[in-house]
């Protein structure tokens, strides 16, 4: 299906993310009814990811960290779907929609945002049994499987059983992994109140990490800050380790530990979208040297694809897909796969766009990193803020409330920053939600229970 827009330029977005919301609703304030633009996803909605660590936390709702596209984007086609093949040179864009149906998209501009996917090692038993944590669906899965093994572990007699059900393992120590384990911790600190059965004696988490270090973001001091609190807090924290197997749940590291755990979550690491590079599916220019780098697109300042003859005046590219030049941090260097980074990148390439359609030059990408935060559950942070040439470090209830607030800032929509805040001051009043819902995944087994008995009568 190739579509037709009267003779305006087609802006086509892949990805619905920062960078795509983005891009889409700044373009439709500089250019409005000037242009048509079309968003691919395949998702109706943008999940705010640095909010995810606390809906794992059931501190924060999981729908209050969506925005729905097509609320949000009045205007704009939004196309749920996954892109299968990419054709610069016949500006087209296969996408295979939710019914299975192949729409073939043309373009004037094409905006390659599709963001990265896990990256996965061939560890046995690796993909049968762990879960990510990118999607509000791993992040609320998580919490619920934590919570009711909470409740399963509080009546059983097997202390085997007690003991598994009780330990919680992450694998990667980044900003994910290190605040995912972080804000599961502390709800399980909480929520043990209420169990009496319980001790935090009987709970395990542990985090397993590759490198010497956790959150690498952060100052030296600030990261040996952060692995004392975590293993105050009774985190079983194993760096210059790597997971060797995980079959059956059982887990074995490279420092000779096996032990067995009924949660894993990776989050060691993340990827470029894989269509990306694939030659079968993409004609899209792609970083081939091993390395960080390895599978995004080539992108020059101004956020436009490098390709091999030169310039794509018609493609973009920006986010954690795109190898995106830091012209603030020195020649040689690219912008990390941070939020702070896309949204930017994302007004910066808008403008670009509209200033290509009104045949005005194209202006590079400048951003100065502001710092960066992170919480580590409920009033406890840590946060590196840059102002000017001085680093400024910020621990504990500050930097707890710095990263809160930055964050509802960035969050889209006033709805959105309403909802979490209140659900935030719910909390305070009622403390944190302890019901964990794993049979969410499964809805329909109580009706079915109830269709197999009925029939055994």
């Not at 999981?62 to 009045?74: E, G, N, Q, S």
């Not at 004392?228 to 060797?244: P, S």
Request: aromatic letters at 6%; glycine letters at 8%.
């Amino acid at each position: 299906m190739t579509n037709n827009f009267g003779g305006k330029p087609h802006v086509l977005i892949l990805g619905g993310g920062s960078v795509g919301l983005t891009t889409a609703s700044e373009l439709r304030k500089t250019l409005g009814a000037e242009v048509a633009i079309t968003v691919v996803d395949p998702r109706p909605y943008m999940t705010y990811q640095p909010f995810l660590p606390e809906v794992g936390a059931g501190s924060i709702h999981p729908r209050d960290v969506l925005a729905p596209l097509r609320k949000i984007l009045t205007g704009t086609k939004v196309v749920t779907g996954s892109v299968t093949r990419i054709s610069t040179q016949d500006s087209t864009v296969v996408v295979t929609a939710e019914d299975d149906e192949q729409l073939e998209i043309t373009y004037d501009y094409l905006v390659v945002a599709m963001g990265a996917v896990p990256r996965l090692l061939p560890i046995p038993g690796l993909a049968e049994n762990a879960i990510g944590f990118k999607q509000i669906e791993e992040a609320t899965a998580v919490r619920d499987r934590i919570l009711a093994n909470l409740a399963e572990a509080a009546t059983t007699r097997d202390p085997k059983a007690r003991k598994r059900l009780l330990t919680f393992t992450f694998i990667g120590g980044g900003f994910a992994g290190g605040e995912a384990v972080a804000e599961a911790e502390d709800m399980v600190r909480d929520a043990l109140r209420y169990y009496p059965d319980l001790h935090a004696s009987d709970i395990r988490f542990v985090l397993v990490d590759g490198a010497p270090f956790i959150f690498p973001e952060l100052s030296e001091e600030q990261r040996a800050y952060v692995l004392a609190q975590l293993r105050e807090r009774g985190i079983e924290v194993k760096l210059e380790t790597f997971l060797n197997s995980a079959e059956d749940g059982v887990i074995k590291t490279s420092d000779g530990d096996e032990f067995e755990s009924d949660l894993l979550v990776w989050n060691a690491g993340v990827k470029p979208h894989p269509v990306l590079s694939d030659p079968d599916f993409s004609d899209l220019p792609v970083v081939t040297e091993r390395g960080p780098l390895m599978g995004k697109v080539q992108a020059l300042a101004d956020l436009r694809v490098n390709g091999a003859e030169g310039p794509l005046d018609d493609v973009f590219t920006a986010g954690d897909c795109a190898a995106v030049p830091d012209l603030a941090s020195g020649e040689g260097k690219f912008c990390p796969p941070n939020a702070q980074h896309a949204v930017r990148q994302a007004k910066r390439l808008a403008d670009n766009i509209a200033r290509s359609v009104q045949g005005r030059p194209l202006v590079d990408y400048y951003h100065k990193n502001l710092g960066v935060m992170a919480t580590l559950g409920m009033y406890k942070g840590v946060a590196l803020v840059s102002l000017g040439d001085k680093k400024i470090d910020v621990r504990g209830l500050p930097a707890w409330a710095m990263a809160r607030a930055y964050h509802v800032y960035a969050m889209p929509t006033l709805g959105r920053k309403a909802s979490v805040i209140a659900g935030w001051a719910t909390n305070l009043i009622s403390r944190r939600d302890i019901i964990g819902i794993p049979e969410v995944e499964t809805p329909r087994a109580a009706f079915e229970y109830a269709a197999n008995t009925g029939k055994k009568k």
